[in-house]
Nanobody, 119 residues
Framework: QVHLVESGGGLVQAGGSLRVSCAAS????MAWVRQAPGKDREFVAG????????YHADSVKGRFIISSDCAENTVFLQMNSLKPENTAVYYC????????????????WGQGTQVTVSS
C-alpha cells in the first residue's frame, strides 16, 4: 500500500513563501494537486521519477517549484510570492504517468496539508 504524508503547510501573508513536503513510501512520478474551498481539484506541478523533469501549471509557473530528494523519497513544493487565491489544501499524489494534469488520473493521495494565504 502506498503511503504519502504531507507536511509544512500553514498560514502566510500574501507575498510570502512556504515549502510543503511529501514523504512517499514508493518511488514513482509524483505531483502536487490542490483544492480550494468550493472548487475542483487543480493540478499544480509534477515531477518525474528521479526528478529530471518537472511540469508546472501556468497559474503557478515562475512562482512555485517542485523538486525531489530521491534518497529520502521526498517531494517538495516551494511556493513563492503567494497570493490569497493560492489558499487551498495541497495534496501529494502519485499513480499517474508523468505529465498528467488530470487529478482523476492519480490513484494514491496523501491526507493533504492546509495552506492559507492572508491578504
Amino acid at each position: 500500500q502506498v503511503h504519502l504524508v504531507e507536511s509544512g503547510g500553514g498560514l502566510v501573508q500574501a507575498g510570502g513563501s512556504l515549502r510543503v513536503s511529501c514523504a512517499a513510501s514508493i518511488r514513482y512520478a509524483m505531483a502536487w494537486v490542490r483544492q480550494a474551498p468550493g472548487k475542483d481539484r487543480e493540478f499544480v506541478a509534477g515531477i518525474s521519477l528521479g526528478g529530471a523533469r518537472t511540469y508546472h501549471a501556468d497559474s503557478v509557473k515562475g512562482r512555485f517549484i517542485i523538486s525531489s530528494d530521491c534518497a529520502e523519497n521526498t517531494v517538495f513544493l516551494q511556493m513563492n510570492s503567494l497570493k490569497p487565491e493560492n489558499t487551498a489544501v495541497y495534496y501529494c499524489a502519485t499513480g499517474a504517468r508523468y505529465g498528467s494534469t488530470v487529478a482523476d488520473d492519480y490513484s494514491a493521495w496523501g491526507q493533504g496539508t492546509q495552506v492559507t494565504v492572508s491578504s
